[in-house]
């Protein structure tokens, strides 16, 4: 069983930069791809960003620019730079690793806030 553990998303304020991290560790066969996407209350799961085990990358437009996705294939750890953080960027964000399925973290809340 892949377990996922996502680093410490905080307070953080506007304007400010953020990288979260996330670890896949246990029943690790093959990674095809991993992600971050964020959810607030009420609203649908979106995409942030996602990368290929070949390292193609793609980012959600209101990230364009803001946000880099990247990865350690020895350590099965996928990154996300995040900078210019705007207050409407607060949100739950998860990780998620497709090997042989799909994976979710538990989540990590950012907060944007002066």
């Known amino acids: 069983q892949v377990q996922l553990v996502e680093s410490w998303g905080g307070l953080v304020q506007p304007g400010g930069s953020l990288r979260l991290s996330c670890a896949a560790s246990g029943g690790i066969f093959s990674i095809i791809a991993m992600g971050w996407y964020r959810q607030v209350p009420g609203k649908q799961r979106e995409l942030v960003a996602t990368?290929?085990?070949?390292?193609?990358?793609n980012h959600a437009e209101f990230v364009e620019g803001r946000c880099t996705i990247s990865k350690d294939n020895f350590k099965n750890t996928v990154y996300l730079q995040m900078s210019s953080l705007r207050p409407e960027d607060t949100a739950v964000y998860y990780c998620?690793?497709?090997?042989?399925?799909?994976?979710w973290g538990e989540g990590t809340l950012v907060t944007v806030s002066s």
């Open positions: 998620r690793v497709v090997d042989r399925r799909a994976y």
């Open positions: 990368i290929t085990r070949d390292g193609v990358t």
